[in-house]
């Protein structure tokens, strides 16, 4: 029974690289979710799809930041010229649909580390 | 980004005592969560509560969504070991936006 799935587990990076983090979805989940987690402190919500769109992008702190979700299933999130700032664990979540009720699963995550 | 306030940020209780935590927001919710977090994993869901004043029991584990919408309580009675790792409220005024809170690190003394 596959669940979330987020590879790199780890990424370390140096200032100013750019990285991509990949989740896959529970099979078919049409809602998908990124967080990120920075240390100590809860998951805070970056961006929303449902289906191939961002119905939500609201979280997303700056324009170096972009997802994408190209066939409705696998998202990537990519980070252009990484800051040390953006060092947190990056979670995804999806859900059967984005209704009252619908539970969010949580991914293991992908600890991001800009040197 | 907004975190919701939880109490205690952390706590060391002996196996088989009960344990309290809570959560306010100055937003009210119409959904209030209960994550538990373990060392390198994603959150995973404890309890969901969908209407204010709703008193919820998973085993050993019984949350409330305050009468305020603004506030949340999770009880875990007869700690064991196992219980130990971080609980995360989260509340949700629409459908799927969660806001969390700072979470409660509890270690369970065998």
């Known amino acids: 029974g596959a669940g979330v799935s987020q590879t790199p587990s780890n990424k370390v990076t140096e200032k100013g690289k750019y990285v991509e983090l990949r989740c896959d979805p529970i099979s078919g989940h049409t809602a998908l979710y990124w967080y990120r987690q920075s240390l100590g402190q809860g998951p805070e919500f970056l961006i929303y799809f449902q289906g191939t769109g961002a119905a939500d992008d609201s979280g997303l702190p700056n324009d170096r930041f972009f997802a994408v979700r190209p066939e409705g299933s696998v998202s990537t999130l990519k980070i252009q010229r990484t800051e040390r700032g953006d060092s947190a664990v990056y979670l995804c979540?999806?859900?059967?649909?984005?209704?009252?009720?619908?539970?969010?699963?949580f991914g293991p995550g992908t600890r991001l580390t800009v040197l | 980004g907004q975190q919701l306030n939880q109490s205690p940020q952390s706590m060391f209780i002996q196996e088989g005592e009960d344990v309290s935590m809570n959560c306010t927001s100055s937003?009210?919710?119409?959904?209030w969560l209960w994550y538990k977090q373990d060392p390198g994993e994603g959150p995973v869901l404890l309890i969901a509560?969908?209407?204010?004043?709703e008193l919820t029991s998973n085993g050993r584990l019984t949350a409330q969504f305050g009468i305020t919408r603004k506030d949340s309580f999770l009880n875990i009675s007869a700690s064991i070991p196992s219980d130990v790792g971080i609980y995360f409220c989260a509340g949700c005024s629409g459908t799927y936006k969660y806001i969390f809170g700072t979470g409660t690190r509890l270690k369970v003394l065998a």
């Open positions: 979540a999806s859900s059967a649909g984005a209704r009252v009720g619908n539970e969010q699963f």
């Open positions: 509560l969908y209407k204010a004043g």
């Open positions: 937003s009210i919710f119409n959904t």
